[in-house]
């Protein structure tokens, strides 16, 4: 079995559903920006029905059938989570049902590519969906959050300064650097 994802920049909704054909994985989504569909898991109500949620505020503990924490239930933390548990569904349906999992407003990083393959397929009259919830926008990066700089004083210039002891060791690197939403030079200083 195989599987389709339709995928809009518009909606950046995502369905998998069965098709004629060979695709065994789908790997390094990077940032995609998803917006809600206001059709496929939104009634005329526009209420927000799903299988499962996600949430930067979620716990990957919980069961991710609410989509608000209350007490020690809500949604989950991570797509990856949200994945997993969509497995366990599918394989615990007799009759295939469509599956849905809405992502809350956020920003989700991913420290790996997120990988769809043949066990994460819907059926072509039930399909699995990912979708941001009505008029929330959500965002799946493949960038890491840099964390703990601070301003000072380089060649005369006001420069904001962050160690990263992982790129010095050649663990990781980067190619861009986004400020607030916004592509910035990298500045390079000479040794």
Known sequence: MAFLIIASIDQCDLAFSTFSGEIDEVKGIRD????????TYASETNSMTADFY????????WSGRLAEPKGNE??????KRAQEAVQVLLKTQQERQP?????????YYLNQPLEFGPKDSGAENAPVIYAAAPGEKVIISGGRRLEGGQFVEVNGQNAWVVDLPGVKERLWNFRQLFVNGERRPRTRLPK
């Open 32 to 39: 995609m920006e998803m917006n809600s569909l206001g059709n």
């Open 54 to 61: 996600v949430s930067p505020q979620g716990n990957d503990g």
């Open 74 to 79: 809500g949604p989950f933390a991570t797509i």
């Open 99 to 107: 599956v849905q999992v809405v992502l809350r407003a956020g920003t």
